[in-house]
T-cell receptor, first 113, second 115 residues
Framework: DQQVKQNSPSLSVQEGRISILNCDYT??????FLWYKKYPAEGPTFLIS?????DKNEDGRFTVFLNKSAKHLSLHIVPSQPGDSAVYFC????????????FGKGTLLTVNP | KAGVTQTPRYLIKTRGQQVTLSCSPI?????VSWYQQTPGQGLQFLFE???????NKGNFPGRFSGRQFSNSRSEMNVSTLELGDSALYLC??????????????FGSGTRLTVV
């Protein structure tokens, strides 16, 4: 039962354009969502989070949008840079004192110069 | 400030052996979690420790175990290794109360290869 899904295994964009990474979830109990970025041979790095009481959170070039009715969130990167090339994971914690993170399978973003 | 430190970085073991991986969290972080990353299954939660107690556990067989010490350092152990245990094992730490705002901080992982 995959509760967090990233249906696009890969995405390729041109430098300077917008990158949009999508994530769907099935568990209505999730009340926080996090995005992580991962380079090969390194651990994931936290990027940005959003609470279910919000529909948007912005941090510099990164914006996450949440559509609760559709159980869908997206990460926008504007403008995209070659250094953004990495695997991006969407994750949700279990809630309350349950700190288990359920991850999507990730999307490989390639930003071409 | 020092990040999450995992040792060793790489390990090769033979089927049937056991292995112990170590994780030192960021100073002040009392919650330590372990994840397994494989190409087919992605990142999967193993267990979480807080103040030396296992607080949450994932769906892994009993061959996978862990513990946390009073200084918050953690170890995980895999006994009777199988080929399918080959993976990147990641440790993450956090301060309780901030995980949803700042997420977990992950270490670089231990790459375990079982031959």
């Amino acid at each position: 039962d995959q509760q967090v899904k990233q249906n696009s295994p890969s995405l390729s964009v041109q430098e300077g354009r917008i990158s949009i990474l999508n994530c769907d979830y099935t568990n209505s109990m999730f009340d926080y969502f996090l995005w992580y970025k991962k380079y090969p041979a390194e651990g994931p790095t936290f990027l940005i989070s959003i609470s279910s009481i919000k529909d948007k959170n912005e941090d510099g070039r990164f914006t996450v949008f949440l559509n609760k009715s559709a159980k869908h969130l997206s990460l926008h990167i504007v403008p995209s840079q070659p250094g953004d090339s990495a695997v991006y994971f969407c994750a949700a914690p279990g809630g309350g004192s349950n700190y288990k993170l359920t991850f999507g399978k990730g999307t490989l973003l390639t930003v071409n110069p | 400030k020092a990040g999450v430190t995992q040792t060793p970085r790489y390990l090769i073991k033979t089927r049937g052996q056991q292995v112990t991986l170590s994780c030192s969290p960021i100073s002040g972080h009392r919650s330590v979690s372990w994840y397994q990353q494989t190409p087919g299954q992605g990142l999967q939660f193993l267990f979480e420790y807080f103040s030396e107690t296992q607080r949450n556990k994932g769906n892994f067989p009993g061959r996978f175990s862990g513990r946390q010490f009073s200084n918050s350092r953690s170890e995980m152990n895999v006994s009777t290794l199988e080929l399918g245990d080959s993976a990147l094992y990641l440790c993450a730490s956090t301060m309780t109360g901030t995980v949803f705002s700042y997420g977990y901080t992950f270490g670089s992982g231990t790459r375990l290869t079982v031959v």
